[in-house]
């Protein structure tokens, strides 16, 4: 049974009316009719629903079960309803190709907000794990982000060079830094080992690569070392 069948039954009952009673006050022939609707079988037209409305003393909207006035049908949404159901099976076919269209149409118009910009500088010059680059202040460009929690973190973006630190980092990947001049170790972070920019994990007296085919970089008491910052996130 449909939600409007249980509906018509239910306020027949109220009014004690029988399906014969309703069948004869719409001018249908047979209660027939209305054990059918009663049952889910078919349901009255917009006429005929507009008529056992005013029998059964109750609303549309509580007769089909509109609970809002945004599911409810305006009065032109009703004439459409009843045009269309006029038309052949030619007609209706035109009818939904066209709703169809324009449903799609308006859904891929339908734009998400721009997220909101930051500027943030950008070494473009990769950290590499293979050579190493140079970390200069004058080569960094200013770089438009997405706003993100990692974008407002971070004070600098810093360019991958190399496969070294795959599968965590790829060549060409952009990272988030953010300035500090410790991490712990298991931390990845962007060193100056020797004047040359490397970016790697930190291990117990060395830096690790991710790929196992990379040596640790040993670090001795000679050796000139600092770190510029935490890794945070990949933009």
């Known amino acids: 049974m449909s939600f409007i069948g249980e509906q018509i039954k239910k306020y027949r009952n ?6 014969q009673d309703i069948a004869d006050a719409l001018g249908e022939s047979s209660g027939r009719v209305i054990y059918n609707w ?4 078919g349901r009255p037209d917009c006429d005929k629903l507009a008529k056992l409305c005013d029998l059964l003393g109750v609303s549309a ?3 089909i079960g509109c609970k809002s006035m945004a599911q409810r049908p305006t009065a032109t949404e009703w004439t459409m309803l009843q045009k269309y159901r006029a038309l052949d099976e030619h007609g209706k076919d035109v009818v939904d190709y ?21 500027k943030i500088d950008w070494f473009a010059m990769p950290a590499s794990a293979d050579t190493g680059n140079i970390l200069d202040s004058e080569l960094a460009e200013e770089l438009l982000v997405p706003e993100s929690a990692e974008a407002e973190q971070a004070d600098f973006v810093i360019s991958v ?18 300035k500090c001049d410790s991490v712990n170790i298991g931390e990845v972070g962007i060193f100056v080992v020797n004047g040359n920019v490397y970016i790697k994990e ?7 690569s991710h790929n196992e085919k990379y040596k640790p970089i ?11 910052g935490r890794v945070i996130g990949v933009l």
Request: hydrophobic share 30%; aromatic share 6%; glycine share 10%.
């Open 98 to 118: 066209v709703i169809d269209s324009e449903y799609k149409r308006v859904r891929l118009s339908l734009k998400k907000p721009k997220p909101r910009m930051l």
């Open 61 to 63: 909207d509580e007769l």
């Open 38 to 41: 009663e049952k889910g079988i």
């Open 202 to 208: 930190l291990g117990n007296q060395c830096l690790l």
């Open 14 to 19: 109220i009014k004690g009316m029988t399906q």
């Open 218 to 228: 040993r670090i001795g008491e000679n050796d000139s070392v600092y770190c510029c």
């Open 161 to 178: 060079g190399g496969d070294s630190m795959e599968p965590t980092y790829h060549d060409g990947d952009k990272v988030f830094v953010e």
